[in-house]
């Protein structure tokens, strides 16, 4: 006998959990087709050396391996090679670490089967063996959306609209971040610190938190010199509308040839999404913005929602050379991300699920003795061919018992049907919130019922 | 440079499967909350120790180990202790073997939680190490819908009332099998064989594909006297209708109490089902179903498709202890399952998935340089607002690869919006598949829009 626990770092989900999350799930899904994305899926595991050394050193220690069926202990020469060297001998499977490198290795393998440019979806869970932290779990789910094969700027156009759309949908406000990738290449150049530009833009991203004299100060500590810092301190003070931020920007970057095609990207785009009318967000140009520089090549995009302190709750960008890895050159793309957890959260604090997550249109038949059930059983059959959520309580139990299993269980309605009641053609339903009694004749069921869900769902 | 592969025995979903199986999905969530199922979800591992030992040996062999994360190798003193128990100490975790035992854990940890009797249904992947052959993979899902908490043969009733609307839903006529552990047990009993109780429903199994004759003789072979043979001979004559058969095997069964336990268990349950209207099922009484009899305990049921040789497509049954291994009694349960990929080969062999789920609505915009792609994008946002999927073809390519995306890509329309058009205030549309040509004028372009989608859905 065994005290069951739950592996750490996961969770169970239960039904008011799961369909919450399916109520956001399936936005996103309705949105990312709408703007033309198809749904695929990969497996949960890969071989072993399709995901080795596409996340960098701490990815691969993150990466959770499967032992080899059968005995991996065969062919172990010597057990002293330390746990890195030993872990690809008795390990060659291991879990999705993200949806990327799969759907990399997807589109190569599947190339003369998909028509390019190529826009896929995919919703599926991933796994990192992460230290377990509030908010930070080992499993969870990524919903991702990408076009590869194309280069053309009117993709970031179409995905900013996308995360419009589809936060609008699900009724939260947000901002949406962008910069690029040769923006922060540019100011680094003109700073001459190209070498640094990690460390530059690590700092730089705290900018909101710990303010300009705090980032000032962690950028010397990284051996910014100061004539540097001086270059790009009118940065700070870049202010006004997007147009007017990108035109001061353009002046300061008008040296760096990088730097200008950053600014030409953005221009394009800015002036595209003037035909945009944003249903509930707000496109803001961050030039602290520096996520995912190491894969990261055009525009950077992330999302935080308004009237909530939450970290993002979404972020993606272009990149140039998606599949390179796996040996077919010259696909580029673009791709945006949303944080299923955090919108959760988001969904929660703003009180955004609606009521029918949670509440039901559902009868619960009393149980009154074997013939009553019977009788029942047919009402149910009808109900449930009407689309009506209906059922039987199990047993001939208690009352009180079955009252409390109705009420607990989340029903509307309990339905009595007793030996008067058969006799009338009728049934007395009793609304569970409301304590109202109505008198159902059979000749009326469907009609009755259907009045009893409007009316529920209005109230 | 690597060449990519996918894992042994798993495999990719291109979109247009993604959508049939979501169709299957989609039905059975449907029919599972319309008969009061409510979704639950659990992580895809476990610990090691809340998996092993539950499904035999053989089971224990099957189950994915994933690697401990950190360094694994610490704590080994033997390396040469066998793969089987350094098995156990350089792993912690493993993968999903089934829905059942995590279902289990989630009563136990969640007991508190949860109303009794409690209904779950649970869509998820599992994985098994089997050596992957046609049809079977070690990357799969289930589909089970189970109720834990009662012992009422109205469950079994409600069961197999949910197997008729789920397959009638997804237009699969098909039998439900039914036969019971302890109608199994007291044949046995009858014949003096209590202790070959496997080998014999082993053979029976077989009566089917091999006769009576090879049935008898593997029985031979496998021990079972000439005399107990004899005894339950009369069996393979039981005819007629579930009724009559149900008679004669009481007749058969008189001598044995747990043999008429369970004849009394179908009685009822055939009794109440004569009020359900079986919308396409059957429900059949079939002596020589023996699924799962080392947990199953009551009534044991098999779907089979109608119409198509493939083995079942569902099955389940009655347990009496689904906690009791994790420390909590008395917790009876009732469950049935769907094989999704079966289903999914059924329904391809009928031609029973829907063309909507293979066939579009979706509008292609030409472009045609970049101001008419602006004016584009201003009727794909109304579109798009309006439900319809649109999208930009997003570069000045060569109309010959335009239309042939939008070709290959499954659109049902290309929209022309070229400098006439714009001067118009219309749009040329055109029918991918007729033909057909239409101008629409920009007052008029929902309604159009809305027009062109019914003609195309009903063609």
């Known amino acids: 006998m065994q005290k069951p626990t739950i592996a750490k770092g996961t969770r169970d989900f239960l039904p008011e959990e799961v369909k919450k999350r399916n109520f956001i799930i399936q936005k996103l899904k309705k949105n990312f087709e709408l703007f033309g994305f198809s749904p695929i899926e990969t497996p949960s595991f890969e071989n072993l050396s399709t995901l080795t050394g596409k996340y960098g050193e701490e990815g691969d220690r993150l990466i959770f391996k499967i032992l080899k069926s059968g005995d991996f202990t065969r062919k172990i020469k010597d057990w002293g090679a330390g746990a890195q060297s030993l872990a690809t001998q008795i390990s060659d499977k291991a879990l999705r670490y993200d949806l990327t490198v799969p759907f990399a290795r997807f589109v190569v393998q599947h190339q003369s089967e998909l028509i390019f440019p190529f826009k896929r979806y995919q919703i599926q869970p991933v796994w990192r063996a992460d230290r377990p932290q509030k908010g930070r779990f080992r499993e969870f789910h990524q919903c991702d959306a990408d076009v590869v094969g194309s280069d053309s700027l009117w993709q970031e156009i179409d995905l900013i609209q996308l995360y419009d759309f589809a936060f609008h949908d699900l009724e939260i406000p947000t901002e949406i971040h962008i910069n690029h990738r040769k923006i922060l290449a540019g100011l680094a150049e003109i700073a001459e610190i190209q070498e640094q530009l990690i460390d530059f833009t690590v700092a730089l991203d705290k900018l909101d938190k710990i303010g300009q004299d705090a980032v000032i100060s962690e950028m010397k500590e990284k051996g910014i010199q100061e004539n540097s810092i001086e270059k790009f301190k009118p940065l700070f003070h870049i202010q006004g509308t997007f147009d007017e931020q990108l035109n001061q920007l353009e002046e300061f970057l008008k040296p760096s040839e990088i730097g200008m095609q950053g600014i030409e990207d953005l221009k394009f785009i800015q002036n595209k999404l003037k035909n945009h009318q944003f249903l509930s967000s707000e496109l803001i140009l961050n030039l602290t913005l520096a996520r995912g520089l190491d894969y990261y090549t055009g525009c950077i995009f992330e999302v935080k929602a308004k009237k909530v302190t939450m970290g993002s709750i979404g972020g993606g960008g272009r990149y140039n050379d998606l599949t390179g890895i796996f040996g077919l050159k010259d696909m580029p793309g673009v791709g945006i991300s949303f944080g299923l957890d955090r919108i959760y959260l988001v ?103 259907n009045e009893l869900k409007e009316i529920f769902y209005k109230a």
Chains 1, 2 share one sequence.
């Open 347 to 449: 969904m929660e604090e703003l009180g955004l699920f609606p009521t029918q997550e949670t509440r039901h249109f559902k009868v619960l038949f009393i149980h009154f003795g074997e013939n009553e059930a019977s009788e029942a059983q047919k009402y149910i059959q009808k109900l449930r061919q009407a689309g009506i959520q209906a059922e039987l309580y199990p047993e001939d139990a208690k009352m009180k018992k079955q009252f409390s299993y109705g009420d607990k269980g989340n029903f509307s309605h309990v339905a009595l049907l007793g030996e008067d009641e058969i006799k009338n053609d009728s049934l007395a339903v009793k609304n569970l919130k409301s304590g109202e009694q109505y008198e159902i004749k059979q000749a009326n069921l469907l009609s009755k019922f």
